[in-house]
């Protein structure tokens, strides 16, 4: 990768990049159906909202290539923070480049020096170049645990019921 690689907090102006690599990311993971994210929203809670939530883009001579969206989490069993990584994204022009590993070590950086426990994150199971990689810089999978969900619907329903 050129050493003209870049990564900064992103900013309230980067919310159509942001949004544009959200809708690609969602595209490659087949799941275009499920962003309804608008660049207001991400505006809105990703720079105006005080709720934990922050953005890195990486950038090559002002070109964005990649990106990576994150929040603190807290680990019980460490009584430390971490990080949640909610999305690493990278261009398909800029993949095998450098770019993902630069912005994962960033992170790793982020949690050193805010002295937090963990970088976490999530992958799906089919894609085996990005598992293989995350092998590669020292990530370990915890096939024993499995994500689980509620999305709004099923939060109104079970608040509800109550």
């Known amino acids: 990768m050129s050493t003209n690689l870049k990564i900064r907090p992103a900013v309230a102006s980067d919310a159509a990049t942001l949004l544009g690599f959200i809708r690609e990311l969602a595209e490659f993971e087949k799941l275009a159906h499920e962003v309804h994210a608008t ?12 709720n934990g939530t922050e ?8 070109k964005a290539l990649g990106s990576a969206i994150f929040f603190k989490s807290y680990s019980t069993f460490l009584a430390k923070p971490g990080i949640y990584l909610e999305d690493l994204y990278v261009s398909p022009s ?10 994962l070590k960033h992170l790793a950086k982020m949690c050193l020096e805010r002295n937090y426990g963990r970088l976490e994150w999530s992958v799906l199971d ?6 293989k990689f995350y092998r590669s810089v020292g990530a370990v999978g915890l096939d024993e645990w499995t994500v689980q969900r509620m999305d709004e619907a099923a939060l109104r329903k079970f608040a509800g019921s109550t």
């Open 94 to 103: 800029a993949r095998s480049a450098g770019v993902g590993g630069a912005l």
């Open 39 to 50: 660049e207001a929203d991400l505006r809105r809670t990703l720079f105006e909202e005080n």
């Open 55 to 62: 953005a890195l883009i990486a950038e090559v001579d002002g």
């Open 126 to 131: 089919w894609n085996e170049r990005a598992i």
